[in-house]
């Protein structure tokens, strides 16, 4: 098992910036790959940014490319994001997630583990 720990989210004006941290322990050796997703007020979770856990390569969704930035610092087993230019729009709980394997790694069903959010809102 694996457990993620987020830390980071908080309340800040358009323009702005957060940086979110996810800490994973337990058998963090099984990780392949780690995510960030966000849920809306009545909306879907969705996929925002990917790292995968060996080699460094990232993903992003389109809407935030140039904006946010994930990375990992395997010594601290622990994932971030970078948020900058931050609008209204990005307002959502954040959850980190991990998947021990590759496969569907945009869609929640994909991952195995979950942290259990932090609240992001951006005020206009």
């Known amino acids: 098992q694996v457990q993620l720990v987020e830390s980071g989210g908080g309340l800040v004006q358009a323009g702005g910036s957060l940086r979110l941290s996810c800490e994973a322990s337990g058998r963090t050796s099984s990780l392949f790959y780690m995510g960030w997703f966000s849920q809306a007020p009545g909306k879907e979770r969705e996929f925002v940014a990917g790292?995968?856990?060996?080699?460094?390569?990232?993903y992003y969704v389109d809407s935030v490319k140039g904006r946010f930035t994930i990375s990992r610092d395997k010594a601290r087993n622990t994932v971030y994001l970078q948020m900058n230019s931050l609008k209204p729009e990005d307002t959502a709980v954040y959850y980190c997630?991990?998947?021990?394997?590759?496969?569907?790694?945009?869609?929640?069903?994909?991952?195995?583990?979950w942290g259990k959010g932090t609240l992001v809102t951006v005020s206009s």
């Open positions: 790292i995968n856990w060996t080699f460094g390569s990232t």
């Open positions: 997630a991990g998947s021990t394997n590759g496969g569907r790694l945009r869609a929640p069903s994909g991952m195995d583990y």
